[in-house]
């Protein structure tokens, strides 16, 4: 009754259109979906709510989840098979998301790598340290004409208390994408703080969901958000889709 006055909003009722350009929908191939039923059940959460676009992300991680273009292919081939077969109206392509581990610059040189949009590198880092090999692999995605994305920056917990390192990445040309449930404290008070800082340092080119499974996705549609960081987050929305499309 009162919701005009309200101090937060909810952030799936300005995501109609969004591109998606982190998620892990595709069945059977990492910590993701673990079915095709699954994969469908995602997929339609997102529909529900007006997501049009999505680039499936999957994991490519040595000794965990070792994808390959063959792997992540037929995984699409099945999820695209069913959406046909049940009529659901959105676009889905694939990319992946790259561990910076001993076995990156691998398949780098081998070209083996799985680009958004032919032009941008998603990487990530553990959550437990830094990648040891993360500045050379850097330049090494320069070199063979790569836009480095680095996913979920606002996560990496050994970075909270060392912001001059944000700023070092700018300086090399990385870009950055935030998690949308990141500024719902789904991943903790100091993750939302991170992500808040960022997006007002206006650091952020571009945001994705991550998600996962179905808890996930449900988190994300009930999620409010402050007004003065939906102010600056929506045109972070518009850039990804713009970008993305």
């Known amino acids: 009754m009162f919701h005009f006055f309200e101090r937060k909003r909810f952030l799936v009722d300005y995501l109609h259109g969004f591109v998606d350009i982190h998620n892990h929908v ?56 069913e959406l046909s077969a049940h009529d659901v109206e959105i676009e889905v392509d694939f990319a992946a998301e790259h561990m910076i581990d001993d076995n990156f610059e691998t398949i780098l040189e081998s070209e083996a790598v799985m680009p958004l949009k032919k032009e941008y590198l998603l990487i990530e880092m553990s959550y437990l340290q830094p990648s040891f090999n993360f500045d050379m692999a850097i330049d090494k995605i320069a070199k063979q004409g790569y836009f480095p994305i680095l996913a979920h920056p606002e996560r990496y917990t050994y970075y909270h208390n060392q912001h001059r390192v944000y700023s070092e990445f700018k300086s090399r040309g990385i870009l950055f994408q935030m998690n949308l449930l990141s500024l719902g404290e789904f991943y903790g008070k100091k993750v939302k703080a991170t992500a808040e800082k960022l997006l007002k340092d206006g650091v952020i080119e571009y945001v994705g969901t991550d998600v996962h499974n179905i808890r996930q996705l449900a988190s994300l549609k009930e999620m409010k958000i402050e007004k003065k960081n939906l102010k600056l987050l929506l045109p972070v929305i518009e850039n990804t889709i713009l970008t993305f499309y």
């Open 26 to 81: 595709l069945p059977g191939i990492d910590d993701g979906a673990k079915t095709v039923d699954e994969s469908l059940e995602l997929v339609n959460g997102f529909a529900e709510f007006g997501l049009k676009t999505m680039i499936c992300t999957p994991h490519i991680m040595h000794n965990y989840y070792d994808n390959t273009p063959e792997t992540i292919t037929q995984a699409h081939k099945k999820l695209i098979t």
